[in-house]
Each structure stands twice: as structure tokens, then as C-alpha cells.
């Protein structure tokens, strides 16, 4: 579980991000109030809650580790840690309180409804329950540690099953993490700049998936939120530039390396086309056609066409050699026989030459 205790202080990545303003978010709500921070963690998100003035903090964490570390870091009379089971809670025997923060807990736990109870039992009658949980992405990560997947309106149903007034938002990160209130028309808001849509770097994702689902649950009306709000990563930041200076070098690269092959061999089409088709099926792929053959169908095919021509170049010389042979065996058979003829007659004619007058 060490990789899902997010600390800000030791790392800044986009999940410490999205946690920040999550707290960030919930922090004047906790003005003048006594606040119970469930699943604490390491105590960074207590400590915020704190500085915006609430009467007293309670963090319950089940690591007795993080909560050691959080006692150790955050000395405080008004800031208190518990380590225990939320599923547990009642054993503390807490006084009620006025808020309460659980953001990315209801996933970890074996019995996320039975939770929710013991969050409600803990709030005064007028409390407020503010927590979030990953939204869609959490499926295509596939994360070990999460028990439960919940949609927008899994999770509506769950906590309508405790308290009377439920707001969901969608949170997503995008270089920044924003939290954004959902159009009931249309669905999801866009990410919007003035009159310019938003960047959006999905790293693989799904784009119109919530990264996590902000909600906020009571029996009385529910507080307004200063919407949308959004925090801003640094490290995230120059790491997508380095990325995409990267890439925009080796793009820049490749682009110069075609060029001048194509400057350099002119038509690529035809002048590789004794190449197997190498030209044909390179433009195909580059123009992101799909070629009727593969590549190693085609070169197989080219292979056996080239070996049948061959066999069939062996042959007709084998005939051509055959009627050669034929042909000179009757040549020489009719020299000799040419040949023979005039041998009889010079002995014919040596013959007269001997005998006396």
C-alpha cells in the first residue's frame, strides 16, 4: 500500500495534485469547525484543513506507520491521529463532527457501504460528508489495491442510500487537475479557456473519462463550491515539455532522413519497386492504408515467383541443350559418313595409281 500514500512533500506527481486540491477545495468548509480526516494518510491534507481554521482535526488512518509519521511531522494540541479501522470507527467513541474528508478511501475498503455508515454516525445532524473516489480511468489502470470500481451513478446510488443531498463533480488531470460541476443537459463540461477548448493530454486514456469522482453528501442543503477549481503541476508540466521537445526532435529527424532519401532516389513508388514492393507497401503504411498483403506475404510470394522463373529458365536451357546435343551427334554422324566417302575413294584412286601400265 506505500504506492497509494500519496505525499506531496517527498513527491509531486499528478496524484498529488489531484489530493492537494481536492483538500484545497474542502478547506473552507472547515472554518470554525471540528473536522475528522478519514484515511489521513501522511497528515498533509489534516494540516490543511487545520490552517483554515478549524477547531480541531482528527485523522484515522488504519497504517500505524503513517500515522507514527504524521504525530512525528505535524505536532499540534488541536491536530490528533488515530490508528484504526474505519469499518471500526465507533470504537473510538469520537464526539460528533461538523465535517468530514475521505478522498480515494471507499476503493480500499472490503465494505465501502458499511463504511459510509459509520462516516454518517460520526456527523452531527447537520454534518457534511466530503470524499471523493477514482472515477472511469480507474478500470484501465487496473490498480491491485482497489476492491471497487465506481461510476457517477454508482456511486450517487451508494451514498443516496445514507444521506438525503448528493452532488457529484468529475475531477481530471490534464496537465492541471480541475474539478468541474456536470452540466445535466449535456453531460460533462468542457475544459474551456475563454473561447478556446482546453489542451488535453490523455497519456492513453480514455478522453472523456473522469479521473476521480469529488462528491459531497448530507441531510441538509449542501454548501456552494467555488467552481471550477483547478492546481497546476510544475513537475508535470516541464515533464510533458521535455517530452514533447524529444519527440519533436526525432520527428524533425525522421522528416529530414525522408526527405533527402526521397531527394536522393526520386519516386521512392518506383524506384524500389524490384525491391519485393518495399516502396509500395512503405507509402501505404505512411498514408495509413492498409496494404492488401502483408510485407512478409509479399516477399514470400516474391520468393516463389522467383524461383519458379528460375526453374522454368533451367528447363527451357535443359531443352535447348538437349536439341544442341541431338543436333551435333547427327552432324557428326554425317561427317563421318561425308568423311568416310572420301577416304574410299582416295584409296580407290591410290589403288589405280600402283598398278603397272
Known amino acids: 500500500m506505500a504506492l497509494e500514500r500519496i505525499d506531496p512533500i517527498s513527491l509531486e506527481d499528478c496524484y498529488a495534485v489531484d489530493h492537494l486540491l481536492r483538500y484545497a477545495l474542502s478547506a473552507p468548509l472547515a472554518k470554525g469547525k471540528r473536522v475528522l480526516d478519514a484515511a489521513s494518510g501522511h497528515g498533509f491534507g489534516s494540516v490543511l484543513l487545520l490552517h483554515q481554521e478549524a477547531t480541531e482535526v482528527v485523522g484515522v488512518d488504519i497504517s500505524e506507520e503513517a500515522v507514527a509519521q504524521s504525530r512525528e511531522r505535524w505536532p499540534d494540541p488541536r491536530l490528533i491521529f488515530h490508528a484504526h479501522d474505519l469499518e471500526q470507527l465507533d470504537a473510538l467513541e469520537l464526539e460528533p463532527f461538523d465535517l468530514i474528508t475521505t478522498f480515494e478511501t471507499l476503493e480500499h475498503v472490503e465494505h465501502p457501504d458499511k463504511v459510509l455508515k459509520k462516516l454518517k454516525h460520526a456527523l452531527n445532524d447537520e454534518g457534511l460528508l466530503v470524499g471523493s473516489v477514482p472515477g472511469e480511468t480507474d478500470k484501465l489502470d487496473k490498480n491491485e489495491y482497489h476492491l471497487h470500481h465506481f461510476d457517477r451513478h454508482s456511486l450517487e446510488k451508494l451514498l443516496k ?68 477549481a483547478s492546481s497546476s503541476s510544475r513537475n508535470a508540466w516541464l515533464r510533458i515539455r521535455t517530452e514533447y521537445q524529444n519527440a519533436q526532435r526525432e520527428l524533425d529527424g525522421f522528416v529530414g532522413k525522408y526527405r533527402s532519401l526521397f531527394l536522393e532516389h526520386g519516386d521512392l513508388k518506383v524506384k524500389f519497386a524490384n525491391m519485393l514492393g518495399w516502396g509500395e507497401w512503405h507509402f501505404e503504411q505512411l498514408h495509413g492504408r492498409n496494404p492488401s498483403e502483408t510485407e512478409k506475404e509479399r516477399v514470400a510470394k516474391a520468393c516463389s515467383q522467383r524461383e519458379a522463373d528460375l526453374r522454368q529458365q533451367v528447363n527451357q536451357l535443359t531443352s535447348e541443350n538437349r536439341f544442341l546435343k541431338d543436333q551435333l551427334a547427327i552432324a557428326e554422324d554425317q561427317l563421318g559418313k561425308v568423311l568416310q566417302e572420301h577416304l574410299n575413294r582416295f584409296e580407290e584412286a591410290s589403288q589405280s595409281l600402283k598398278q603397272p601400265e
Do not use: C, Y
Request: charged residues 25%.
Open 161 to 228: 442510500s445514507e444521506f438525503n443531498e448528493v452532488q457529484v463533480f468529475r475531477q481530471e488531470f490534464s496537465i492541471r487537475s480541475r474539478i468541474e460541476a456536470i452540466d445535466k443537459s449535456t453531460g460533462w463540461q468542457s475544459l474551456q479557456w475563454g473561447d478556446e477548448r482546453g489542451l488535453t493530454i490523455d497519456f492513453g486514456r480514455a478522453g472523456d473519462a473522469e479521473d476521480s469522482l469529488f462528491f459531497m453528501a448530507s441531510n441538509v442543503p449542501l454548501p456552494e463550491l467555488n467552481l471550477p
